[in-house]
């Protein structure tokens, strides 16, 4: 299986007030075209700047849009296609990673990753052909080490993770939401936003003080040009990470200090975890030190294309931070992953739905094939003694029998295209589903009973009454 390197580009804001009254000096300088950073070590102008090469760099006069254009576009067309992908911030409290992942509407070429991420996912859907999606949301936070659903009824319950063999590490109980637009995406995520733990520190007023991670589920039902099915799934995780920090600079104490201690432990574990897979010689990879890392295992050296985005500080005064974050994100450069597509997922719920459909159509041809038998073995029957008591009415004021099944086939069918269009233009939840096909099946089966056992009185009536043994075959 073809391995590729995690993907990783750093990004530098600029002095903020903080560090303009504090009259910091600007330590970082970005060279874009060649992908390099270089940091000059404040008061040692005789040392040269150390330099740091990776995918991207953007210094101030960049914009989200164009880190989304040139280096994010690709991992999130690939989701689209069936691959797992994540996206991660890294760096300092303070640096920019918010800013990078949520963004800001105005102007809007500052617009973040995860909106934008929103937008290309819903294109594709709305201009694929011969293609079904069926598209959920999930959105938690890890904070103090405990998990929690930011959407869920209780955001406040801890969940637990859990191993599968083959779907890897979970989190059980965590709520899954059906989306059909951006505008459900974005609501998704504000709603998630508010219930987010945040603090106020000397380095930022709105801190987060939690790990979130966004995270949408794709299911693609394609159909190639020889009418053959492909069912594919993917994830794109989007994930915020709580920013590292020192005690003395945010003036952390109480509540604060514990979050801080914890943030640090756990982006700590993750420095671990990426410096074991970028030696390449280590036997064990400690995932296990913390619950981000657990979650992160499979965007790490498992089958996910995975971009860092490494967030910068300029100032002379965050010089230790800023080095610490450029050579974490050196480190990562030579993580490689095995991403593959995911074909042919066995948990897929568009694979349950197909399935119960060819079933309701198998159900319907037995049964219309079943009658068509009847009728073929009517002609065979040996003619029955000619009985003149009662004259049979006309063949023409009989039912036509064919013709009402007919009529109960169509609309069956009519009903059964109906509830699959409003599955594909709403794709509503797998329980309402279930639900309508189940009413549907039982409607028609107690419709075309209630028919057989008419038309079976109405023959056990005629029984004594019919004129000649041809009038039976030709009402039949």
């Known amino acids: 299986m073809a391995s590729e390197a995690v993907k990783v580009v750093v990004r530098c804001r600029p002095l903020n007030e903080r560090e303009k009254e504090l009259g910091s000096k600007m330590v970082v300088t970005m060279d874009s075209a060649r992908g390099q950073c270089f940091i000059q070590k404040p008061g040692g102008l005789d040392d040269p700047p150390k330099q740091f090469t ?17 280096i994010a576009y690709p991992l999130v067309e690939g989701v689209t296609e069936g691959y797992n992908g994540t996206i991660f911030a890294y760096g300092q409290t303070g640096s920019g990673k918010s800013f990078t992942m949520q963004g800001i509407l105005d102007p809007l070429s500052q617009k973040g990753i995860i909106p934008r991420a929103f937008e290309h996912i819903f294109e594709t859907v709305q201009c694929a052909e011969n293609t079904k999606f069926l598209v959920r949301a999930s959105y938690l936070e890890i904070y103090n080490e405990d998990i929690r659903d930011l959407l869920g009824a209780d955001t406040k319950q801890k969940l637990e993770l859990k191993e599968h063999p083959e779907k890897g590490v979970y989190v059980r109980g965590l709520s899954l939401h059906t989306v059909h637009s951006v505008a459900q995406c974005e609501r998704i995520m504000e709603t998630g936003w508010r219930n987010r733990s945040v603090g106020f520190t000397l380095m930022n007023k709105d801190s987060s003080r939690s790990h979130s991670i966004f995270t949408i589920n794709m299911e693609i039902f394609a159909v190639d040009e020889r009418g053959q099915d492909h069912l594919r799934a993917a994830k794109l995780n989007l994930v915020d990470l709580a920013g590292s920090e020192r005690q003395s600079k945010t003036g952390a104490s109480g509540e604060r ?12 574990a993750l420095g671990n975890v990426i410096s074991a897979l970028a030696d390449g010689r280590c036997k064990h990879i400690p995932y296990r030190d913390s619950k981000l890392t657990r979650v992160l295992q499979d965007s790490l050296g498992g089958n996910t294309k995975t971009l860092m985005v490494a967030c910068l500080s300029p100032a002379a005064d965050n010089y230790d931070e800023t080095l610490s974050t450029l050579r974490y994100a050196h480190r990562a450069k030579n993580i490689r992953n095995k991403p593959r597509i995911n074909e042919d997922p066995k948990d897929a719920l568009l694979r349950e739905y197909q399935e119960e459909i060819k079933k309701l159509r198998a159900v319907l041809a037995e049964q219309m094939n079943a009658n068509h038998l009847s009728a073929g073995l009517s002609h065979l029957l040996p003619p029955e003694p000619v009985q003149q008591e009662k004259p049979a009415p006309p063949p023409e004021a009989q039912p036509d029998v064919e013709a009402e099944k007919q009529l109960i086939r169509e609309e069956y069918e009519k009903r059964l295209a109906q509830l699959k269009a409003d599955y594909e233009a709403e794709q509503e939840s797998r329980a309402r589903l279930e639900e309508d096909i189940s009413a549907l099946r039982n409607s028609y089966d107690v419709t075309v009973s209630a028919l057989e056992e008419t038309l079976r009185k109405e023959a056990g009536g005629r029984q004594w009454g019919r004129t000649a043994p041809w009038a039976t075959a030709r009402l039949v």
């Open 257 to 268: 200090q514990k979050e801080a201690t914890k943030i640090n432990l756990s982006l700590s």
């Open 54 to 70: 990776f995918d991207g760099a953007y210094s101030l006069g960049h914009t989200t849009e164009q880190v989304y254009n040139e």
